[in-house]
């Protein structure tokens, strides 16, 4: 097999790091012989996740959108060459907690940074590396941002900023899933857990079968 990259996406409290748990649970029962890594943006290091502090706490105006790029590019870059980069030469699947299509939509398309700008921030940090299969999990701003507020890690900033925010977060994110329909699944973030796990298992399993095969 080579290595897999698998990235999640979608807007606040629309249940990634559940349905990531579940498919490291899956993956590890059916290919127990295949490496996973299981990682997150921003973070991933010890250097990136200092980084990610000073994104996720605040007050949602503490940064300017082209600094909010900036630094999520340098720890996207730190992730990318010391986790992401190694463990897929190594032919492991590795597993992200968003990637830089949060960073197109979050600081780019609603943050207002020029697009040229975000693309080639996008290109310095992460050279030719692009997920293989991205999930889009999508469900209604205001239940995904209520679903947020029952958090209690402190990392706030982003959902302060607002549910016209958040709207234009989701809006944005399934324009940018629907002009890249060769690697995005829009998975309905309402459904059952179970529902979407199998939704995500079906779609991984086609990835790992062509992989195989190739």
């Not at 250097?47 to 994104?55: M, P, T, V």
């Not at 299969?133 to 701003?141: E, I, N």
């Not at 900033?157 to 060769?182: I, M, S």
């Not at 179970?194 to 190739?214: F, K, Y």
Request: charged residues 25%.
């Amino acid at each position: 097999m080579n290595g897999i990259l698998i990235t999640f996406e979608g807007g606040e409290g629309s249940g990634k790091t559940t349905q990531i748990q579940n498919l490291v649970s899956w993956l590890e029962s059916e290919f127990i012989n295949t490496k996973l890594i299981v990682t997150r943006e921003p973070g991933g290091t010890e250097g990136a996740e200092l980084i990610r502090d000073l994104l996720v706490r605040g007050a949602s105006d503490r940064w300017q959108p082209i600094t909010e790029a900036l630094l999520m590019s340098a720890s996207r870059h730190e992730h990318i060459k010391n986790v992401v980069e190694p463990a897929l030469e190594r032919n492991e699947i590795v597993i992200s907690d968003r990637f830089f299509d949060s960073t197109t939509i979050y600081q780019g398309v609603v943050g207002g940074v020029d697009a040229e700008a975000v693309a080639a921030l996008t290109k310095l940090a992460c050279g030719s590396v692009v997920p293989d299969l991205t999930f889009l999990l999508d469900m209604d701003a205001k239940v995904g941002l209520a679903r947020a507020g029952n958090r209690d890690d402190g990392e706030t900033r982003f959902e302060e900023k607002g549910l016209n925010f958040h709207q234009k977060v989701r809006d944005a994110f399934l324009q940018l899933a629907h002009t890249h329909k060769d690697r995005f699944v829009i998975v309905d973030a309402t459904l059952t857990s179970s529902e979407i796990a199998q939704v995500i298992r079906s779609e991984v399993a086609q990835l790992v079968a062509t992989r195989n095969t190739t």
